[in-house]
């Protein structure tokens, strides 16, 4: 059976030698794709998620929310996907949850710029639903190479859209919440979404000890 890797635009396609694309056959991998041992830098990786159409949201997206932060990061919090004001400003946080992460980073001692947030999906679905299972398929090979390119202490997945593919289960956050998981050999833990939290305050305490926990693992001698 071939092997296939997903790859998200023409131009990524048109990087691929005439001789690589004929090793490829060969191979049984179609010319298409790319395979996740390439190495391509971040500036393509964000130049192809721009120029991704690979899924029905390309078309009613304003603009490609790739993702804010530092590059070296040694947390990194994975969202769900963009809504409408991210949409707009192309950014993963904005409004009152932006707000509400930044207090939460406090508390923990950092700053915005310290960390990376992306999300599960780089467009806004219509009328901010929830991700389909075909355009997560389509859309993580970006987040993926987000993360072998940041290579972070921590991932933190806010929420359960992000908690469920990240962790491949369908666990209810209640039941993955205080508990140390795994993601590609990187430890992961999973809390609540700011935006739940703007909806459901009385949980705030529970995350205020995930937070706590954060600070246990990336910070182990203090």
Not at 44 to 53: E, Q
Not at 82 to 111: H, I, S, T
Not at 191 to 198: E, F, G, K, S, V
């Amino acid at each position: 059976m071939p092997v296939l890797y997903n790859l998200h635009s023409i131009e990524n396609r048109a990087h691929l030698s005439i001789e690589k694309q004929t090793y490829l056959a060969q191979m049984g991998i179609q010319s298409w794709q790319l395979k996740q041992n390439d190495t391509i830098s971040w500036d393509s990786l964000l130049t192809s998620a721009k120029n991704c159409t690979a899924c029905g949201l390309h078309a009613t997206r304003s603009q490609v929310v790739f993702g804010v932060g530092n590059p070296n990061a040694d947390v990194m919090f994975i969202g769900e996907a963009p809504g409408f004001y991210e949409d707009k400003k192309c950014d993963p946080f904005v409004g009152r949850a932006v707000l509400l992460l930044n207090a939460m980073l406090q508390a923990m001692g950092l700053e915005r710029n310290q960390i990376y947030i992306a999300n599960i999906l780089k467009c806004r679905p219509p009328n901010n639903r929830d991700p389909l299972p075909e355009e997560v398929k389509t859309c993580t090979p970006f987040l993926e190479k987000q993360i072998a390119f940041i290579k972070p202490k921590l991932l933190v997945a806010l929420g359960r859209v992000a908690a469920h593919f990240l962790l491949n289960t369908k666990t209810s956050l209640g039941q993955l919440r205080g508990k140390i998981h795994s993601y590609a050999n990187t430890p992961l833990l999973v809390t609540y979404h700011p935006a739940y939290l703007l909806r459901n305050p009385i949980d705030k305490s529970k995350a205020f000890l995930d937070l706590q926990e954060i600070l246990t693992i990336t910070k182990p001698n203090q």
